[in-house]
């Protein structure tokens, strides 16, 4: 009710079912002009009668069949995991879509559709699109500006391949996270290969083929993410700076991929000598060892800092 700026004092009586059956139709319109802004006036609908009734079983089951109508499996399984269509129809397309939108270095997960048609043309010079914020800002950013960086350095082969690890390290995500994903992802994908002595064999899963992929993933890192993206984005800043002399300013790609985080806290650390893998486990428990939020110039516990004010926090 609180993200819809709803005042519970200020409901309205509705007709749940009728509420339903509505936000379901609206939820597979195929309207050329307005079909997503339908599709989320859907979801919109849904999660107000779920606040407003979260025991109905009937709000429960449109709930999930709206989701999975508009493609939300994100949403699907974070609100209603058990959800099964009444119809093997359904199912059916349930199962086929699902996979068509999976993420190819992480199956287990899904691209909005938004997102996935983004990603089927970025091997295209140039393309331009329009989608709603809910697409995911982040994922567009990083896969426009690899295109332009890549381009420069002649790896368009492996642009997908890059911008998974990159949109990983920014997150940050473990590096044994990451390693793991990508031998997943070549244990599911096995004619992908990797090159032995000069030729490319498919992946086996054996302890050498293991090595291999472990050692390019962070070859990747070291060589790829964290010297010519970097470097990119370094003699961005720098000039972005120069030019409207700031010392700093917000969404600064260059310390995302330094820092591998776009956590503000990670990157205050990290900035006053922390390493990421430190700065990422007091970031997890916070509440234990920062005192203040970062806005505020935040104070750490004095046992893990024997001064507990660090200075050049803003």
Avoid at 113 to 134: C, I, M, W
Avoid at 167 to 187: N, V
Avoid at 248 to 262: A, I, K, L, R
């Amino acid at each position: 009710m609180t993200l819809f700026r709803i005042d519970g004092d200020k409901r309205k009586a509705v007709n749940v079912e009728d509420a339903l059956r509505f936000a379901d139709i609206l939820s597979k319109s195929t309207d050329p002009k307005n079909a997503d802004k339908h599709k989320v006036w859907a979801q919109e609908m849904v999660a107000l009668l779920k606040a407003i009734e979260p025991e109905n079983p009937a709000v429960e089951f449109y709930l999930g069949s709206v989701l999975s109508s508009t493609g939300n499996y994100r949403g699907l399984a974070m609100m209603t995991p058990k959800h099964q269509s009444k119809t093997m129809l359904d199912r059916f397309y349930t199962a086929f879509s699902k996979d068509f939108v999976s993420i190819p270095a992480e199956p287990e997960n899904q691209f909005f559709r938004s997102q996935k048609a983004v990603y089927d043309r970025l091997n295209e010079p140039h393309f331009s699109y329009s989608g709603p914020t809910s697409m995911g800002k982040s994922f567009v950013i990083i896969k426009s500006k690899l295109s332009a960086i890549l381009g420069a350095i002649g790896n368009h082969g492996k642009l997908r391949w890059y911008a998974v690890i990159l949109s990983q390290w920014i997150k940050g995500t473990g590096l044994s996270f990451i390693m793991e994903q990508a031998l997943q992802y070549k244990r599911s994908n096995r004619k992908s290969g990797v090159m032995v002595n000069g030729k490319l064999e498919d992946y086996d899963d054996t302890l050498p083929h293991r090595n291999i992929v472990i050692s390019d993933t962070l070859q990747v890192i070291e060589n790829v993410i964290l010297f010519s993206i970097s470097n990119y984005f370094l003699r961005f800043s720098s000039e972005y700076k120069r030019f409207h002399q700031l010392e700093s300013f917000q969404n600064d790609w260059y310390e995302y991929v330094e820092y591998g985080t776009t956590n503000p806290l990670s990157i205050i650390l990290q900035r006053n000598g922390f390493s990421r893998e430190t700065s990422t486990y007091i970031r997890k428990h916070r509440n234990e060892y920062v005192s203040r939020p970062v806005e505020n110039s935040p104070t750490l516990a004095g046992r893990i800092f024997p001064h507990p004010r660090l200075h050049g926090w803003s």
